[in-house]
């Protein structure tokens, strides 16, 4: 597979907001699911956006999921089966949409997938304090994307179901952020299915071009 950079110039989670703006664009997007981030800067939630602004507020890093988006995503289809949308998730969210999709008969062929490495996330009683103490869900975010490098938050920290995880890269998705084993300050990868979606969304023009080797 061929991956492509993204210079993120200290800030990764701003970085990711402006590479799905420019996914939207080129995928002309109905709407897209992925975590956004409340108004009072407190509180994270899978949510479903249909205006690219309001990627400002999403944060697809925040180390919290309290549902799983496949549901949301399920529900889209059903009631919006001709429209073109995308969802951005972690590998556990990938791994129960597989099973919706097998179960339920869910048509997803008009979604655009987009996985990102899972740096794993708080038990949802230890969230809310963590937040307190950083000041929000995006000072929250940066601190544990720093741990990337060395593969995410620290094991004892972990919620229990991520401490089981032994999958926490997304497979079978049409693009991918990678951020793990990255020094996410200066970059983070975009892994597509294939050459023909990088084509096709234009990667050579929406990324910092083709991912140094020391990078992948």
């Known amino acids: ?20 703006k420019s996914v939207w664009a080129e995928a002309k997007l109905n709407g897209m699911v992925l975590p956004v981030q409340q108004s009072d800067q407190f509180g994270i939630r899978s949510g ?3 205006i690219p ?3 400002n507020t999403a944060n697809p890093f925040a180390p919290l999921t309290l549902v799983n988006a496949g549901r949301l995503v399920a529900d889209i289809s059903r009631e919006r089966p001709g429209e073109r949308f995308a969802a951005v998730m972690r590998a556990c969210e990938l791994r129960g949409l597989s099973e919706l999709v097998k179960n339920e008969s869910i048509n997803i062929s008009n979604w655009l ?11 949802a009683s230890d969230f809310e304090w963590r937040v307190q103490k950083a ?7 940066d601190l544990v994307i720093r ?13 229990l179901s991520c401490q089981m995880c032994s999958k926490p890269e997304p497979i ?5 952020l990678g951020l793990l084993g990255l020094p996410v300050k200066e ?5 597509p299915k294939n050459d023909l979606i990088a084509e096709r969304f234009h990667l050579s023009e929406i990324t910092d071009g083709l991912a140094p080797s020391q990078l992948v």
């Open 187 to 191: 970059a983070m990868l975009v892994i």
């Open 135 to 141: 000041g929000g869900v995006e000072p929250l975010t």
């Open 1 to 20: 597979m061929t991956a492509w950079n993204i210079k993120t110039n200290d800030q990764p989670l701003a970085a990711s907001r402006q590479f799905l």
């Open 53 to 55: 602004d309001d990627l």
């Open 113 to 123: 997938i987009i996985g990102v490495d899972c740096l794993a996330c708080f038990p």
């Open 172 to 176: 079978q998705v049409d693009l991918c």
């Open 48 to 50: 479903f956006i249909e």
């Open 147 to 159: 741990n990337a490098r060395q593969g995410g938050i620290s094991l004892s920290r972990f919620r």
